[in-house]
């Protein structure tokens, strides 16, 4: 395991470990994030079939169902 750790492995190891980082993120991390703008673009879509927003808007739309808030209320 101290060999790993060491020259000339050192460079190998550093650089395996960024890629894993850079993939798992890049699979969980932005994995999870366009399928929620995805539905936020349908609801937004369903509730105001003819507008045309901007990106911001759509960003900024979250649309709360009063069921779940009584829920938690």
């Known amino acids: 395991m101290k060999s790993m750790f060491q020259q000339p492995l ?10 894993m980082f850079a993939n798992m993120f890049g699979m969980f991390g932005l994995g999870l994030w366009p399928p929620e703008i995805f539905v936020r673009f349908d609801q937004f879509k369903k509730l105001y ?14 649309p709360i169902k009063k069921r779940y808030l009584r829920s938690y209320l």
């Open 10 to 19: 050192l460079t190998v190891t550093a650089l395996t470990c960024i890629i």
């Open 49 to 62: 079939p003819n507008a045309t927003p901007s990106i911001s808007e759509y960003f900024n739309f979250s």
